[in-house]
């Protein structure tokens, strides 16, 4: 049997499996090398903590006594949402060599959300759009395109590399 974390959130104690724990550990580190040295980057920790904390009790987590599973901790973690942002000072980066370079955004199909292949989700997702709109597009210039459009949506199928979900990608 795998042994549970406890971590505290907001004044509640929750029990993660280590793959949830290893999710929030992630996404918190994620967040705050993304606030770099932000003047508000402790309250703005802690306003993600006490986010994920009531996202976790909108489930029933705090009062079910079993251990959050990875699957439970990545939605509430959705939920929440990412930190964007680059860091308020700049200057900062300079002394912390490639840690600091923002790291290359990827292109990926999207299997969470995905309606046919995952290639409209993956592109919002990318340049941060409403996927209906983009499947708007893409049905909107398949039909005006003569059907050109279909056939490179047909490649990118191809192409595109798979991830499960969003926060995979980030």
């Known amino acids: 049997m795998k042994s549970a974390i406890s971590v505290e959130l907001d004044g509640a104690t929750f029990a993660l499996d280590e793959r949830a724990y290893s999710a929030l550990r992630s996404y918190l580190d994620r967040a705050g090398a993304r606030l770099g040295v932000h ?8 306003g993600l903590e006490r986010s994920i904390a009531a996202k976790l009790r909108q489930r029933g987590a705090a009062s079910s006594g079993a251990a959050i599973d990875e699957a439970a901790m990545l939605a509430a973690l959705k939920g929440v949402g990412r930190v964007d942002g680059p860091a308020v000072d700049d200057s900062a980066k300079a002394g912390e060599g490639d840690r600091g370079a923002p790291r290359a955004r990827r292109l990926y199909r999207l299997r969470e959300g ?16 409403d996927v209906n709109v983009v499947r708007l597009l893409f049905i909107l210039g398949a039909v005006f395109s003569g059907g050109m459009l279909a056939l490179v949506y047909v490649l990118l199928m191809f192409v595109m590399p798979i991830a499960e979900t969003e926060l995979e990608i980030r």
């Open 114 to 129: 995905q309606q046919f292949a995952g290639v409209c989700t993956g592109l919002a997702a990318y340049f941060g759009g």
């Open 39 to 46: 003047p508000d980057r402790a309250e703005v920790l802690a």
